[in-house]
């Protein structure tokens, strides 16, 4: 079996391809750093040469709705249609649990993440759609996505972090599986409300930021799994924080 890993040498596509090399897999990492730019079109054609299935782990910097709609829907149009011309049999995508629902409706990045499935939705490559939870090491640069000046504003939401190993493994077992599953989510298995998880974490970093609890305007459940999923099981880091339900 080929994988191409588009994103390979990012945080998780690196790990991904660990993985998949441990298991006797040829990967191919397709990144910037191997030249290959899937917004310009540059050696996409060359890379996916004889590869069964890719694996899209890619990310934009850019967090305003143009920008991440443009760089999502064009860079997963682009590896559809090339991967149709060459023969791939599976396009495994990673997305995030609840975009394009509640609080995070509005958010320019998740927007892009949501025109990111749509564009794969709309092409003819069989696909599945890996939708996880925040990693639990990213929940400190959640925590700075919500500040303001000297705070940090959170809403009640419900938040189920995941560690990201085991992200990474479902993204290798469905890989290895081939069998496209269509859409399957992953979170942790724990289940807190934003504010006491930001208000924890800063609090066990020593960092004295204080968290204001805010009322959120969508359903405080967009952002965690609500049917069937795959829970982790590693807890997240600290003990202590009230969990809900
Ligand atoms: N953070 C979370 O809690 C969370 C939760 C669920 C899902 N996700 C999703 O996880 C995915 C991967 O995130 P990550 O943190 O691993 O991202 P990352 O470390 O920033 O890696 C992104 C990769 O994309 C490549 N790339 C960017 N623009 C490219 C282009 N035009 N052409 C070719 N390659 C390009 C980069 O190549 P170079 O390395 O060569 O620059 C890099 O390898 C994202 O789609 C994100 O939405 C994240």
Redesign the pocket.
């Known amino acids: 079996m080929k994988v191409l890993i ?9 790990k991904v391809a660990d993985l998949l090399e441990s298991n006797q897999v040829e990967v191919v ?6 030249g ?5 079109g540059t050696r996409v054609a060359e890379v996916l040469d004889g590869v069964d299935t890719i694996i ?6 850019r967090f305003d709705e143009e920008g991440a709609v443009s ?2 829907e064009e ?1 997963t149009r682009t590896l559809t249609a090339e991967g149709e011309r060459a023969g791939v049999k599976h396009h495994v995508l ?4 609840g975009v394009g629902e509640g609080d995070a409706s509005e958010i320019g ?1 998740y927007l892009g ?1 949501v025109a ?1 499935e749509r564009a794969l939705k709309e092409g003819s490559l069989p696909f599945t759609i890996v ?5 639990q ?2 929940i400190p ?2 925590a700075d996505q919500h500040a303001v000046e000297d705070k940090v504003l959170a809403p009640r939401d419900l938040i189920q ?1 995941v560690e ?1 190993d085991e ?1 990474v493994a479902l993204l290798a077992e469905i890989a290895l599986a081939g069998a496209p599953r269509g859409e399957v989510e992953i979170a942790g298995p724990e289940r807190f409300h934003m504010d006491d998880l930001l208000r924890a974490t800063l609090a066990a970093s020593g960092d004295a930021r204080e968290v204001v609890t805010v009322d959120g305007e969508g359903k405080i459940d967009a952002m965690v799994p609500r049917g069937e999923y795959r829970a982790g099981k590693t807890l997240y880091p600290l003990r202590g924080i009230p969990l809900a339900g």
């Open positions: 588009a994103g390979g040498r990012g945080r998780v596509g690196s990492a397709g990144g910037l750093a191997d290959v730019d899937y917004i310009a899209n782990v890619l990310n934009t910097g760089f999502f860079s990673l997305s995030i649990v990045y993440k990111q939708r996880s939870t925040q990693f090491g990213y640069v959640l972090p990201l992200v």
